[in-house]
């Protein structure tokens, strides 16, 4: 039991906090691309982009590291980057910027801090089982009370001042940090759940202490069955409950968390309804037609050339930690209405060319059998170190093959051997692919607005053809 406790509730803090921090700093590095000005000049730009290099964080993946946004967040070059409104991003220690001089990536400084509290939750243990009168015992007591004779044993003193700081100290403090944090995958809410439960049942072990332990006769049975360290652990039960299970079961279809929210709306509009006598009594909100109306594929054309939608797709793409994809296609397009303005109305040779997902190609063509013209090569190669070159700011999640074949079109400094203006079409299929992906959660969170809106757009209108 000392052992399983000290080392379980450990690895339980530990895991809890990377989450909850790692969270905060997706977010934060999402809201702060939307504000990113891509217009300035490419120098201005390039020192920009140093700032918010991805680097190797607690995930590996082409967002930004902590550590890497603050390597030059005092580099005035990277202040004409981000708009006036722009949040600040992260913030970093004295100490993680010492340790990033002596050579230390944020993995390793994680890593080494890990290591460092397992040794010493480690030698703690050694030590009780050592020193201590009930855990020295071969084959330990298995009835080690925490409280005897009205005093707490010295034994539990570090895990009660960790579990009590982490209760009221801690999971306030995460609460505060994840409150705007939001996001489409459920986490934050989640976190927050926990966050607000560990301190209730932190005190409801408290309070399950004072009770007679129920082993001598008369005393209430009620503390051997639900014991002090159960309700401690009440906080890590929920928390288990709302990342695990409930994920698990909505991976197969069921949503007890939706079902709860709709009765509640239901109900809720019910007796409000009632209450007001604002008219009869209604009782589960009629679905909308839209969904069964309008298919998926005209209404996300809808959201792509409606720009007051567009723009709330790109909010919720930040919260989906997919900021990049609206921001490529945006600056896809205006370059391919930049090409045909450059070139005219050059027709093409083959056919539109479709994505996977059968989105025909509504934006200005590119003209597959034509080299880039000089004049827009470094716009071409601006939109390249933008979005796919490896380690760039706003990295899209292409396939490697994909990048390395575009990079070794456009990855060279010289004007000469200009690849064709159809280069970034296959990285548009992709784009496009990964939007509609995620398009039914924006659909979820904008029922209300882009449904009744946009949702009555009848299939084969010319304005989403």
Same mark, same amino acid.
Not at 394 to 405: E, G, I, K
Not at 442 to 465: Q, T
């Given at each position: ?17 990377a989450r909850a921090l790692r969270l905060r700093h997706l977010f934060r590095v999402n809201q702060a691309k939307l504000h990113i000005d891509l217009q300035g000049s490419g120098n201005s730009i390039d020192k920009g982009f ?18 890497? $946004? ?44 890990? $290591? ?34 009205? @005093? ?16 009221? $100290? ?88 939706? @079902? ?102 509504y934006l200005p063509p590119s003209t597959s059998n034509l080299p880039i013209p000089t004049v827009l090569a470094s716009d071409f190669r601006k939109l390249y170190r933008t979005f796919i070159r490896p380690s760039a700011a ?14 070794q079109q456009l990855g060279r400094k010289d004007e000469t051997g200009l690849p064709l203006i159809s280069v970034f079409d296959p990285v548009r299929t992709e784009v496009l692919t990964m939007m509609f992906q995620s398009f ?26």
């Open positions: 039991m000392l052992w399983t406790g000290q080392i379980g509730y450990s690895l339980y803090v530990f895991s809890f906090a140093r700032r918010m290099n991805a680097g190797d964080g607690i995930i590996n993946s082409s967002k930004p590291s902590a550590s890497a $946004i603050m390597e030059e967040a005092m580099d005035p070059g990277a202040a004409s980057m981000l708009g006036a409104q722009s949040m600040p991003v992260s913030s970093s220690t004295l100490g993680t910027r010492r340790l990033k001089r002596r050579g230390l990536s944020e993995a390793q400084i994680h890593y080494w801090t890990f $290591i460092i509290v397992m040794v010493i939750v480690a030698a703690w243990c050694t030590y009780v089982q050592a020193k201590s009168e009930q855990y020295s015992v071969e084959p330990a007591s298995y009835y080690c009370p925490q409280i005897e004779n009205g @005093r707490l044993r010295w034994e539990h003193w570090p895990f009660m001042v960790v579990s009590t700081a982490w209760s009221f $100290i801690a999971c306030p403090l995460f609460v505060w940090l994840l409150w705007k944090a939001n996001d489409t995958y459920g986490i934050r809410r989640d976190m927050i759940v926990t966050s607000i439960a560990t301190p209730f049942f932190t005190i409801a072990s408290f309070v399950a202490q004072s009770f007679p332990f129920g082993h001598m006769p008369g005393e209430p049975t009620f503390p051997i069955w639900v014991p002090a360290t159960t309700w401690a652990l009440g906080g890590v039960y929920i928390g288990q409950w709302t990342a695990v299970a409930l994920p698990v079961l909505e991976s197969y279809g069921y949503h007890p968390v939706r @079902r709860i929210r709709r009765w509640w709306r239901s109900y809720y509009s019910t007796f409000t309804e009632f209450a007001t006598r604002t008219g009869e009594i209604r009782g589960r909100r009629p679905s909308t037609k839209a969904v069964e109306t309008v298919p998926y594929q005209d209404l996300f054309r809808a959201v792509l050339e409606d720009p007051q939608w567009f723009e709330a797709f790109r909010s919720f793409s930040a919260r989906d930690f997919t900021t990049e994809n609206p921001m490529f296609f945006h600056e896809y397009r205006k370059l391919m209405l930049k090409v045909k303005a450059t070139l005219g109305n050059v027709a093409r040779d083959g056919p539109e060319s479709e994505s996977q997902l059968g989105l025909g190609v706003l990295q899209l999640n292409l396939p490697a093959h994909l990048v390395h074949q575009i990079s039914s959660k924006f659909v979820e969170e904008e029922k209300e607005g882009c449904l009744k809106s946009l949702g009555r757009l009848k299939p084969g209108n010319d304005a989403i053809a």
